[in-house]
C-alpha cells in the first residue's frame, strides 16, 4: 500500500522556534510538495520539488523553507514559528508524468504555535 | 494564474438523498480538474480527474462529476448518499508544464454533513 508518513500529528511551539516538519513517501515519487490548509480556504501550495536538492516555490513560500536531500525525503522549516503559522500542513507526492496530478497525501501536521 | 471556488461552504443532506457540489474553475487552458474528500483526521484521497474525452466522468465510491467547458464548472454528484459521505471535499484544477506538471491549486472546500 503506497504511503506519505509526517512523522509528527501534532505541535506546540512557541514564538520563535524553530521548526521541522518531517515527510517521507516510500514509492519512489519524484514530486513531492508542502501544502497549508486552513478553514475557507483549502489548500495552498508552500513548496514543491521535483528531484533531490531542487525545489520551487509556491504560492506562499515566505515564512518557509524546505530540504530535500533523498528523494523519499521532504522536510519544511519554519525559521522562526510565528502565531499565523499555526495550521494543518499537508504533505503530498506523485510520480513525474506530465499532467495526471493525482497527488497522494499524507495524514497532515497540525502545528499550533503559542 | 489558475483558480477555483467552491461556493457552497457547508451542505447538510439526508441519507439516502442526491448530492450536489459545485466547483467552478479559472484557467487559460484545457485544465485538468479533480476531486478529493478528506475525512475526519485523514489525509485527502483523490475521488476521480477529468484530462480529457468524454466530459462524464466516474470516480470510486459512486462519485460522478461533469465537466462543461462553456460554464466553466466540475460539479461533483452522488445520487444517494450514505452516512459515510460526510467529508470535506474539494475541487482542484491542474497547471501542465514541465517541472510543475503535477502542481494543482484547490478550492476551499465543501463541508458535507449527512443527517441520519
Known amino acids: 500500500d503506497v504511503k506519505v508518513t509526517q512523522s509528527s500529528r501534532y505541535l506546540v511551539k512557541r514564538t520563535g522556534e524553530k521548526v521541522f516538519l518531517e515527510c517521507v513517501q516510500d514509492m519512489d515519487h519524484e514530486n513531492m510538495f508542502w501544502y497549508r490548509q486552513d478553514p475557507g480556504l483549502g489548500l495552498r501550495l508552500i513548496y514543491f520539488s521535483y528531484d533531490v536538492k531542487m525545489k520551487e516555490k509556491g504560492d506562499i513560500p515566505e515564512g518557509y523553507s524546505v530540504s530535500r536531500e533523498k528523494k523519499e525525503r521532504f522536510s519544511l522549516i519554519l525559521e522562526s514559528a510565528s502565531t499565523n503559522q499555526t495550521s494543518m500542513y499537508l504533505c503530498?507526492?506523485?510520480?513525474?508524468?506530465?499532467?495526471?496530478?493525482?497527488?497522494?497525501f499524507g495524514e497532515g501536521s497540525r502545528l499550533t504555535v503559542l | 494564474a489558475q483558480s477555483v471556488t467552491q461556493p457552497d461552504i457547508h451542505i447538510t443532506v439526508s441519507e439516502g438523498a442526491s448530492l450536489e457540489l459545485r466547483c467552478n474553475y479559472s484557467?487559460?487552458?484545457?485544465?485538468?480538474l479533480f476531486w478529493y474528500v478528506q475525512s475526519p483526521g485523514q489525509g485527502l484521497q483523490l475521488l476521480l480527474k477529468y484530462f480529457s474525452g468524454d466530459t462524464l466522468v466516474q470516480g470510486i465510491k459512486g462519485f460522478e462529476a461533469e465537466f462543461k467547458r462553456s460554464q466553466s464548472s466540475f460539479n461533483l454528484r452522488k445520487p444517494s448518499v450514505h452516512w459515510s459521505d460526510a467529508a470535506e471535499y474539494f475541487c482542484a484544477v491542474g497547471a501542465l508544464s514541465g517541472a510543475a506538471g503535477n502542481k494543482l491549486t484547490f478550492g476551499g472546500g465543501t463541508r458535507v454533513l449527512v443527517k441520519p
Open positions: 503530498a507526492s506523485s510520480p513525474w508524468d506530465r499532467g495526471t496530478g493525482e497527488l497522494f
Open positions: 484557467y487559460g487552458a484545457t485544465p485538468y
